[in-house]
């Protein structure tokens, strides 16, 4: 379901919170689930699953009961248990796959965490609702004010305000433990609301804003991604990536998840290579390994004092020069073993689908221009007459 940013206008025309990436008020992409149990009818006798998942602001979601057997479906507004009070929500997954998320995220049914539906949200309900998320924004400019004011070493990312505005949820992150009792009192003073304070991690951070990755497309952790594994600089070496922080932090400022996407596939890609400190034994001498490429399945040794020669071997023909060293038979050279060095083709792009060229509008030369002149006037001119012989 869409927030109110996104509904159309008085004209006709779709409003939009003109927010380039994702939702700047509601987040409606965040998190979207897809049902692929959605088409597929129960056995017989066999009650539906009485719980439904329900998205909060910035893709918090929370498992709730169905406790009044209400029709439910995803996009429908509920107003949902909340201490105090009652909160208002969006049902993001109903059915069977409630019970293979619960069972994943390890959420049991008689858990207190899992509450229960009041009743589908009524247009007062849902009135209340739009106006306390209005005023988010300006409280956020003024709870920073404030915690600046009181010399707190913290950062208000995110405010949230519960269904019925009795309580706001003020989200921070700190480096530190930072002692706000002052701070809330000064909350409590200027927005005449209960103010509860939750510490998040800055993954978290950025998966509740949002935002553009170096890739170009949304955040993974606020798009899809929901569990955060540990990244070490360990997965950057393995693909023979650059140390470089900036290069390999995300907006959080932690390592990229991105990094261990594809981790598996490099690591069963380096079982086939052997040890790069192992050195191999040859009787012209001890040559180091210099370089590694994971996808020509190739490595680069030099030998001890001719660092400047590389020489290209394979990772079949290394383990032959190894496997002769460990029988005290060393090869001769590298260079009986070293790879044959291709010649460099020089590609030739054809015209495969019928653009024109890239000169077409340039001016034409000035020697054409010229010879062009000296042909008119060859064109145009007459020959004389020959002159009369006297001697005639």
């Not at 996104?6 to 990436?21: M, Y």
């Not at 540990?230 to 997965?235: L, Y």
Request: proline fraction near 3%; include cysteine.
């Amino acid at each position: 379901m869409a927030c109110g940013s996104c509904s159309t206008g008085k004209d006709g025309q779709p409003k939009g919170c003109k927010n380039n990436g994702t939702c700047g008020t509601d987040s409606c992409n965040k998190l979207s689930v897809f049902d692929w149990l959605s088409n597929m009818s129960l056995p017989g006798g066999v009650e539906p699953f009485n719980y439904v998942e329900i998205r909060f602001k910035n893709g918090r979601k929370h498992f709730f009961k169905n406790t009044e057997n209400l029709t439910l479906a995803i996009g429908d507004v509920v107003a949902t248990e909340a201490s105090p009070g009652h909160d208002v929500g969006v049902v993001t997954l109903t059915g069977e796959l409630v019970k293979v998320q619960m069972k994943r995220k390890k959420v049991k049914k008689d858990s207190d965490e899992v509450k229960k539906i009041y009743r589908k949200a009524s247009q007062k309900d849902i009135d209340v609702w739009q106006s306390c998320r209005e005023r988010e924004e300006p409280m956020k400019v003024t709870a920073r004010e404030i915690a600046i004011k009181l010399n707190l070493k913290m950062k208000i990312s995110d405010i949230e305000f519960q269904g019925d505005g009795s309580k706001a949820t003020f989200y921070y992150t700190a480096e530190d433990r930072v002692d706000f009792r002052q701070l809330i009192k000064e909350f409590a003073r200027e927005f005449k609301t209960r103010i509860e304070m939750r510490q998040i991690g800055f993954r978290q951070e950025a998966a509740r804003l949002g935002g553009i990755g170096s890739c170009g497309r949304e955040l993974c952790c606020s798009t899809w991604l929901t569990d955060f594994r540990s990244v070490t600089t360990s997965a950057a070496r393995y693909q023979q990536l650059s140390l470089n922080p900036q290069k390999l932090a995300g907006q959080c400022g932690k390592l990229k998840c991105c990094l261990n996407y594809e981790l598996d596939a490099y690591l069963d890609a380096l079982k086939e290579f052997p040890r790069q400190d192992v050195k191999l034994q040859t009787q012209k001498g001890t040559a180091v390994c210099q370089k590694i490429d994971i996808f020509k399945g190739s490595l680069w040794y030099a030998y001890e004092g001719e660092w400047m020669n590389w020489h290209e071997l394979t990772t079949k023909q290394v383990h032959e020069i190894i496997k002769a060293a460990k029988a005290k038979k060393p090869v001769a050279s590298l260079e009986e073993f070293s790879a044959e060095l291709q010649k460099t083709e020089s590609t030739d792009f054809g015209n495969v689908v019928g653009q024109d060229s890239l000169t077409r509008f340039d001016k034409p030369k000035k020697g054409n221009h010229n010879n062009k002149k000296r042909r008119r006037k060859k064109r145009n001119h007459k020959p004389r007459g020959k002159k009369p012989n006297k001697n005639a």
